[in-house]
């Protein structure tokens, strides 16, 4: 009995990852977002100088160019018409690429640094104060709805932790 489940247990995932992988082929190349040769320290610590100038929080969204759901997420972040002007008046957004590369993953220190933001998976969130302290990592699945991601669940987050006028960092 426990042969059987085993081996139905097998078969079903041989299948689901056929059917997923096969799913992917279909999919039209994206449009890169993430700068694959970028050193995400740096593209962190220039936006903090521009938050902290503008008085914004820094989202940075750790990801890669074939994911589907980074793409998504950005689109959500800088073209929905009710989310992208409330997200462009109150934070900065940092792509970080963390493809694999010849076996190692691009900026792995930042993850570490960040508490690994991706072990559920792409993308990953952090989003900083304006002098670079951690407030909040986010596992962007919070923000799924069924089959997408929820722009009311989205707003709400970004509401959430918009920094208020007048109050210190």
């Not at 009995?1 to 096969?22: D, E, H, I, R």
């Not at 694959?36 to 521009?50: H, M, P, R, S």
């Amino acid at each position: 009995m426990k042969t059987n489940l085993a081996v139905l247990g097998l078969g079903l995932a041989l299948a689901l990852s056929t059917v997923f992988w096969s799913g992917c082929s279909d999919q039209p190349k994206l449009p890169p977002i993430y700068n694959t040769q970028a050193d995400g320290a740096k593209l962190i610590a220039d936006a903090l100088v521009v938050a902290e100038r503008d008085q914004k929080r820094v989202l940075v969204e750790f990801g890669a160019n074939w994911c589907i759901w980074c793409h998504r997420l950005h689109a959500l972040l800088t073209s929905d018409p009710e989310i992208a002007p409330y997200f462009d008046a109150h934070f900065l957004l940092v792509l970080v690429d963390v493809d694999e590369i010849n076996g190692r993953t691009h900026n792995e220190n930042l993850l570490l640094r960040y508490g690994e933001p991706t072990k559920d998976g792409l993308p990953g969130l952090v989003l900083l104060e304006s002098d670079g302290h951690q407030l909040k990592t986010q596992d962007s699945a919070e923000f799924m709805s069924g089959d997408h991601f929820d722009p009311a669940k989205l707003l709400k987050f970004l509401k959430d932790w918009t920094l208020k006028a007048g109050t210190a960092n």
